[in-house]
């Protein structure tokens, strides 16, 4: 069974930078396209953005494109980040990554279609 953490979270100013990393335990990504999600409160979970298997391609969600770059570790298949950059107040909520399965170029858009979930990491963005 895959676990996932996240980690990287935590208190900021706006315009500061946060990098969260998802790490995969007893077992890989190696079949997996990476997301990260967010839940802010109040709101619904939405999917900010998504990464192939082969990394040679990403989704973003309007409001953090430009600002926010997911990556993964394709050595050892064990590790994703995302890259948070510009952190507005709008930014709080709680981050998830999560991983499913995929073929080599395909994102799978919705939440439904990934299988395991981290744990969450809170960002809070401060103004």
């Known amino acids: 069974q895959v676990h996932l953490v996240e980690s990287g979270g935590g208190l900021v100013q706006a315009g500061d930078s946060l990098r969260l990393t998802c790490v995969a335990s007893?077992?890989?990504?190696?079949?997996?396209?990476i997301a990260w999600f967010r839940q802010a409160p109040g709101k619904e979970r939405e999917i900010i953005g998504a990464?192939?298997?082969?990394?040679?391609?990403?989704?973003y969600e309007n409001s953090v494109k430009g600002r926010f770059t997911i990556s993964r570790d394709n050595v050892k298949n064990t590790e994703g980040y995302l890259q948070m950059n510009s952190l507005k107040p709008e930014d709080t909520a709680v981050y998830y990554c999560?991983?499913?399965?995929?073929?080599?170029?395909?994102?799978?858009?919705?939440?439904?279609?990934?299988?395991?979930w981290g744990q969450g990491t809170q960002v809070t963005v401060s103004s």
């Open positions: 999560a991983a499913g399965r995929a073929g080599p170029w395909y994102i799978p858009p919705a939440g439904y279609e990934y299988q395991l």
């Open positions: 007893g077992g890989t990504f190696a079949s997996y396209a």
């Open positions: 990464i192939s298997r082969r990394q040679d391609s990403s989704i």
